[in-house]
C-alpha cells in the first residue's frame, strides 16, 4: 500500500482476569501447550508456568486447547473434547489463579467456554465466519482475534467491526503469519503496525509463525528454532504481548511438536523479550 489509510488510534487496555495488554502495560505472555493431552500434563506444565511467570514477575496467561478441530488428518490427536478440556481448564485457574485462553470452533461451544475462559480466541482459519465471530463478541469475554494466513492486515478491520458491533470492544490482535506459497509462512513485521493502528492490542504468535502448514506428510511441520528470533524482532517493532506454546519435550508433543518451544527456554527468551520491550 502506498498510502497508509487507517488513522493512528491510542491503544486502549485491554484486562484478562490480573493481566492487562496494551495502554502503557508491561509486555504480557499467553503460553501453555497446543492441546491438552491429559490432565496430569496440564497441571504440570501449568504448574512450572506459574511458577515461573512468579519469578520473572510475567503478567502470564495460561493457554491450552481442549479440542484441535482443524488438524491436517482425520486421525490425528484433538485432545480431551470439550467438557473435559474445560473441567481441567477452569480447575488449573481455580488452583493457580490464572487467567485462561481457549480457541472456541463453533458457535455452540462459546456458552460453556465463556463460563470458564476470561479470553476466547478466534482461529484463523475461521476469522471471516461471521456468526462464529458474533458469538464470541456477545459473550463479553475478551476476544482475541488470530488474522487468518490469507488476510490481508489492514482487513482485520473487517472482523474488528463485527464484534464491535456486539457492543463488545475487548478485543486482541494476533499475527501469526501469512501464507507463502505451498507449505511456508512468512512473518511480516509491518503487520503488526498496521492491526495496531486500530487502537486494539496486538500479540505476535511466534510459534505458529513457525509452522509449516502440511509441511510433513501426515501432517504440519514447523520450524522452531526460528521462534526465538521472530519474539524478539516482533518485540523490537512493537507488540503488546507475546504467544508461544510450549512443552517439557516438543519431540514428544501430540500437537505442533515442530514449532513448540522447549519449557526450559522460555525464562532466558523472556528476559531478552522484556528488555527489548523496555527499551522500544
Not at 23 to 42: H, K, Q, T, Y
Not at 203 to 228: I, K, M, Y
Not at 253 to 271: I, Q, T, V
Request: net charge positive.
Amino acid at each position: 500500500m502506498s498510502k497508509n489509510p487507517f488513522p493512528k488510534a491510542p491503544v486502549r487496555a485491554v484486562k484478562a482476569g490480573r493481566v492487562k495488554f496494551g495502554g502503557g502495560a508491561p509486555l504480557a505472555l499467553i503460553a501453555g501447550p497446543c492441546v491438552l493431552e491429559n490432565r496430569a500434563m496440564a497441571f504440570d506444565l501449568a504448574a512450572r508456568l506459574v511458577a515461573l511467570a512468579r519469578k520473572e514477575n510475567i503478567p502470564l496467561v495460561f493457554k491450552a486447547s481442549y479440542d484441535k478441530a482443524n488438524r491436517t488428518s482425520g486421525q490425528a490427536f484433538r485432545g480431551p473434547g470439550l467438557k473435559e478440556g474445560l473441567a481441567i481448564l477452569a480447575a488449573i485457574k481455580e488452583k493457580h489463579g490464572v487467567p485462561i485462553l481457549v480457541d472456541v470452533h463453533q458457535v455452540s461451544e462459546v456458552q460453556p467456554a465463556a463460563e470458564v475462559a476470561d479470553i476466547l480466541q478466534l482461529p484463523a482459519f475461521l476469522c471471516r465466519q461471521t456468526d462464529l465471530v458474533v458469538a464470541l463478541g456477545e459473550s463479553g469475554r475478551v476476544v482475541n482475534i488470530k488474522k487468518g494466513q490469507f488476510l490481508a492486515p489492514w482487513d482485520i478491520r473487517h472482523v474488528i467491526e463485527k464484534v464491535v458491533a456486539t457492543g463488545n470492544r475487548n478485543i486482541l490482535l494476533t499475527e501469526r503469519g501469512v501464507s507463502f506459497g505451498y507449505n511456508n509462512l512468512v512473518a511480516d513485521m509491518r503487520s503488526l503496525l498496521i492491526m495496531r493502528q486500530f487502537g486494539y492490542p496486538v500479540v505476535f504468535d511466534a510459534t505458529h509463525s513457525v509452522q509449516l502448514p502440511g509441511g510433513r506428510a501426515e501432517g504440519t511441520g514447523g520450524d522452531g528454532q526460528w521462534a526465538p528470533y521472530l519474539s524478539r524482532a516482533a518485540v523490537a517493532t512493537g507488540c503488546d504481548a507475546l504467544f508461544w506454546e510450549t512443552h517439557r519435550n516438543p519431540a514428544e508433543a501430540k500437537s505442533d511438536r515442530d514449532n513448540a518451544l522447549p519449557l526450559a527456554l522460555l525464562g532466558p527468551l523472556w528476559r531478552q523479550c522484556r528488555r527489548l520491550d523496555e527499551l522500544a
